[in-house]
């Protein structure tokens, strides 16, 4: 559980060899996550942070793999002949990077549906946030909904064309426990459900985990994994990006 604390999350924050180095680790707010801890909104300089405990969830600074989330997933989905006009369904707002990608690389008649746990998280990407988030939450496309994304996907039978999954650091209930319900054999069946056929589950993750590739094997999905540097400038650090995909 994350300290409410507000310099507990500072650690990870204060390399000496940022940008701003000279600039102080600011904090800027707290969010309480539904079922207890909470999240930190840090700025150094003109970067910011959003933080759990010591782990950085995500940073301004590095966007490229969350962006490659929805641009991958996009690519997968039109090569199984799915529909990029369709419906998309996003866990985890974070920064929007993902979000914003999605806007891109989907059609002008798509529906873009972004699942929120954190209410203040949301309210960040409208006030201190809101010049990394653009014009994205205000795309016609988009809805957002403050609510737990395991509920948004249980609720739907054959709805979206494709599910997109950021809340953790990986297929593991970081945030909140009750995540693993996401990653279990029965949540990703209950993900494999609401696609549409043709439709592809999305999950990134910091790091790789076989265990997990095999239960979205044994759900029903054809599973593509994927290493991307985490920038596209930078080959030393990367993150895991699964495509499981549901027969036409």
């Given at each position: 559980?994350?300290?409410?604390?507000?310099?507990?999350?500072?650690?990870?924050?204060?390399?000496?060899?940022?940008?701003?180095?000279?600039?102080?680790?600011?904090?800027?707010?707290?969010?309480?996550?539904?079922?207890?801890?909470?999240?930190?909104?840090?700025?150094?300089?003109?970067?910011?942070?959003?933080?759990?405990?010591?782990?950085?969830?995500?940073?301004?600074?590095?966007?490229?793999?969350?962006?490659?989330?929805?641009?991958?997933?996009?690519?997968?989905?039109?090569?199984?002949?799915?529909?990029?006009?369709?419906?998309?369904?996003?866990?985890?707002?974070?920064?929007?990077?993902?979000?914003?990608?999605?806007?891109?690389?989907?059609?002008?008649?798509?529906?873009?549906?972004?699942?929120?746990?954190?209410p203040q998280v949301v309210v960040?990407?409208?006030?201190?946030?809101?010049?990394?988030?653009?014009?994205?939450?205000?795309?016609?496309?988009?809805?957002?909904?403050?609510?737990?994304?395991?509920?948004?996907?249980?609720?739907?039978?054959?709805?979206?064309?494709?599910?997109?999954?950021?809340?953790?650091n990986g297929p593991d209930g970081?945030?909140?426990?009750?995540?693993?319900?996401?990653?279990?054999?029965?949540?990703?069946?209950?993900?494999?459900?609401?696609?549409?056929?043709?439709?592809?589950?999305?999950?990134?993750?910091?790091?790789?985990?076989?265990?997990?590739?095999?239960?979205?094997?044994?759900?029903?999905?054809?599973?593509?994994?994927?290493?991307?540097?985490?920038?596209?400038?930078?080959?030393?650090?990367?993150?895991?990006?699964?495509?499981?995909?549901?027969?036409?």
């Amino acid at each position: 559980m994350a300290s409410l604390d507000p310099h507990a999350a500072d650690s990870a924050f204060a390399d000496a060899s940022h940008p701003d180095a000279e600039a102080g680790v600011e904090f800027v707010d707290i969010a309480p996550i539904p079922g207890g801890g909470a999240l930190h909104l840090m700025r150094r300089g003109s970067d910011f942070s959003i933080q759990y405990g010591d782990e950085e969830l995500m940073g301004s600074m590095v966007r490229h793999s969350e962006q490659a989330l929805a641009t991958l997933t996009a690519a997968k989905l039109a090569s199984n002949g799915g529909c990029r006009g369709g419906r998309l369904l996003i866990g985890g707002l974070g920064m929007g990077f993902t979000l914003g990608a999605a806007l891109s690389a989907w059609g002008p008649k798509a529906s873009i549906v972004v699942a929120e746990l954190v209410p203040q998280v949301v309210v960040w990407a409208k006030g201190p946030l809101a010049h990394i988030f653009g014009d994205s939450l205000t795309d016609p496309r988009v809805s957002v909904q403050v609510a737990d994304v395991h509920d948004v996907i249980n609720a739907a039978t054959a709805s979206f064309d494709a599910i997109l999954l950021d809340v953790d650091n990986g297929p593991d209930g970081l945030i909140q426990l009750a995540n693993d319900r996401l990653y279990c054999n029965w949540g990703l069946r209950a993900a494999h459900a609401a696609l549409r056929p043709s439709g592809v589950l999305a999950v990134w993750s910091s790091y790789t985990d076989e265990d997990f590739f095999k239960r979205l094997q044994a759900a029903g999905f054809e599973v593509e994994e994927i290493s991307i540097a985490a920038e596209a400038y930078e080959d030393n650090v990367h993150h895991t990006i699964w495509l499981a995909s549901k027969a036409a």
